[in-house]
């Protein structure tokens, strides 16, 4: 499989199960998860399990979670990606090392994913969830310019509901050929 994604700045590439070490410290680090798993620590079987979906979820539909680095080296910067429930639009999902805050890395990768997502893959719903108290999410979403559906407690939890169809962003965005670019890229 190969679903690399380049940006100005990051290199993106399918989380493998061979980068468990990266993933999990970066999941588990309590400012990352605190809004990422409702300040869950996940444990390592639970991090496995998500990279397992997300590659069985490469295979399947040409997304899942892709790790970013810099482009200029091998540092880990965060990572972003879509999630997938049976019967549901995909859902995206994003985090940064607390080092790399504040610096739009947030915007650069969950952008890179979601252009791809839409654009490439003809993905038609795009979809993400954020806790409203973690404003610094909410602008990555308005800024890729995602449209808020909705506003939910969810287990206690006050949570903000965005969007984004591929129509939308193809009527808005001349430069998307309203047919996908390519299928996704994938070693067997």
Request: glycine share 8%.
């Amino acid at each position: 499989m190969k679903c690399e994604l380049e940006t100005t700045r990051l290199r993106l590439r399918p989380c493998r199960m061979e980068d468990i070490e990266l993933a999990y410290g970066l999941w588990t680090d309590a400012r990352v998860r605190h809004f990422l798993f409702d300040d869950r620590i996940i444990s390592r079987a639970d991090a496995c399990s998500l990279i397992e979906a997300s590659l069985v979820n490469f295979e399947r539909c040409g997304y899942g979670l892709w790790l970013a680095f810099a482009r200029e080296g091998r540092c880990l910067i965060g990572f972003a990606g879509c999630l997938r429930s049976e019967g549901e639009a995909p859902s995206l999902i994003y985090g940064v090392q607390p080092g790399f805050w504040g610096k739009g890395y947030a915007t650069e990768a969950a952008g890179a994913v979601l252009r791809y997502a839409l654009a490439s893959l003809a993905v038609p719903l795009v979809k993400a969830d954020v806790d409203e108290p973690n404003v610094t999410s909410v602008r990555v979403l308005e800024k890729l310019g995602m449209r808020r559906t909705g506003r939910a407690i969810v287990a206690g939890r006050p949570l903000i509901y965005y969007e984004e169809s591929r129509s939308r962003r193809v009527r808005s965005n001349p430069d998307i050929d309203p047919t996908p670019l390519h299928e996704p890229v994938r070693d067997h």
